[in-house]
């Protein structure tokens, strides 16, 4: 009996902790319940902002990462060459103006025209020049892409009577002419400006003082010598000591102290 009677309080003592375990066991999943439960309500904001982040921040968090990939916007950039300013304008045998090419020009005292927009730039510079006792005869500035076309035609009709195909007549003529539209001459941001006593356009010119004051001072005014001796391969024309291009101040410094041409220089 007394065995018996051990028994059963015993039995009833398991029952009784073993409740008291799955009490204790509720309480504590309760507790985690509610722990679990509220946490994610404050993580929801801090998850909203890095999601707002991730166009900026590469460094997200994993499940962010591939996103990123989805950034081609970058290859739009190449066609920022289209929005140059008129000063920067790149005329070359690549890079030909349309036919119908207009702008604003001002005459010159010898009746030569340029684009308005470089004529103070361009009087002062040669007034300054003067000043200092040079010479300066201008003696090419604005064409018209239509007067290009008119040179060069005259030019190719020379070869096509001495009995050149097509073909080769065009190439004759580009060689003593630029094609229509390829002279800087056409863009009317460019002067041939030689001296009063050496007026050929030849390689001699550049010894001259007018030449020499020209190469050391036209950044100031915003001048470049458009085609140096050394950049023959680039520009796609021979050394011209007189021809002098617009391009404003600041690119003109540039260009004229690195010793580059404006093709280099547009590319950098
Ligand atoms: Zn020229």
Known sequence: MGYKGRSARRTTGRLIGALAL???????????AQ????????AQPVSGQNGG???????????????????????????????????LRLVNFENPLPQDYAIETKSLLNGLEVDARIYEKLTAMLSDGRSEGLQFVV????????????????????????GYDE???????????????TSEHNLGLACDIVALDYQNLDDGYAETPEAKWLYENCAKYGFILRYPPDKEDI????????????????????????GICLEEYLES
């Not at 799955?22 to 985690?32: E, F, M, Q, R, T």
């Not at 090419?140 to 190719?156: I, P, Y």
């Not at 080769?168 to 003593?176: D, K, L, S, T």
């Not at 796609?236 to 690195?258: D, K, L, N, S, T």
Request: net charge negative.
């Open 53 to 87: 982040d991730v166009l900026t921040q590469p460094g997200g968090d994993e499940p962010q990462q591939p996103q990123q990939p989805e950034e081609p916007e970058e290859p739009e950039e190449p066609e920022e060459p289209e929005e140059r300013p008129w000063n």
């Open 22 to 32: 799955v009490a204790a066991l509720a309480g504590i999943l309760l507790l985690l």
């Open 139 to 162: 003696c090419s500035a604005w064409r018209s892409v239509e007067k290009q076309t008119e040179l060069f035609e005259k030019q190719k009709n020379k070869w096509l009577k001495q």
């Open 235 to 258: 520009t796609g024309v021979i050394y011209e000591p007189w021809h002098f291009r617009y391009v404003g101040e600041q690119a003109a410094q540039e260009i004229m102290q690195r």
């Open 35 to 42: 722990t679990l439960f509220h946490e994610p309500e404050p």
């Open 167 to 181: 073909q080769q007549a065009n190439e004759r003529a580009a060689q003593v002419v630029a094609r229509p539209g």
